[in-house]
């Protein structure tokens, strides 16, 4: 079913997936959203995937400065194997965060009713 800005694009036996778009309009804003169902443990599991961005350019002057700041954000993930990021996901309006919501609802029943 396709809502507003919030579109199925595959499901599965176990799992649906489904692709929201920011309302700024750049597809490498969207935001993938996996809903996968464990039965064993009767649990559904929300993932999200999204394009994040090391924002090098907001404590750095300059093309040097830039690496520099890039160079250490990279060696953080290299020795502590994690980097905290913060990426925005914009909604306009109560109809798209509506067929967000409506998104998950379904892949929600999708998942419950699916009989294996
Ligand atoms: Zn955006």
Redesign the pocket.
């Given at each position: 079913m396709t809502t507003n800005k919030v579109m199925k694009i595959h499901e599965f036996e176990d799992a649906v997936y489904y692709r929201a778009s920011?309302?700024?309009?750049?597809s490498h804003?969207d935001l993938t959203i996996e809903l996968e169902r464990d039965k064993e443990v009767d649990m559904i599991f929300m993932n999200m995937y999204k394009d994040v961005h090391w924002c090098s350019y907001w404590q750095a002057d300059g093309f040097f400065k830039e690496t520099w700041v890039k160079i250490k954000a990279a060696l953080r993930i290299l020795f502590n194997g994690h980097i905290k990021v913060e990426e925005?996901?914009?909604f306009k309006g109560d109809d798209h965060i509506d067929a967000f919501l409506n998104a998950i609802k379904e892949g929600r029943d999708y998942l419950k009713n699916n009989p294996e």
């Amino acid at each position: 079913m396709t809502t507003n800005k919030v579109m199925k694009i595959h499901e599965f036996e176990d799992a649906v997936y489904y692709r929201a778009s920011c309302d700024c309009g750049a597809s490498h804003c969207d935001l993938t959203i996996e809903l996968e169902r464990d039965k064993e443990v009767d649990m559904i599991f929300m993932n999200m995937y999204k394009d994040v961005h090391w924002c090098s350019y907001w404590q750095a002057d300059g093309f040097f400065k830039e690496t520099w700041v890039k160079i250490k954000a990279a060696l953080r993930i290299l020795f502590n194997g994690h980097i905290k990021v913060e990426e925005s996901f914009i909604f306009k309006g109560d109809d798209h965060i509506d067929a967000f919501l409506n998104a998950i609802k379904e892949g929600r029943d999708y998942l419950k009713n699916n009989p294996e």
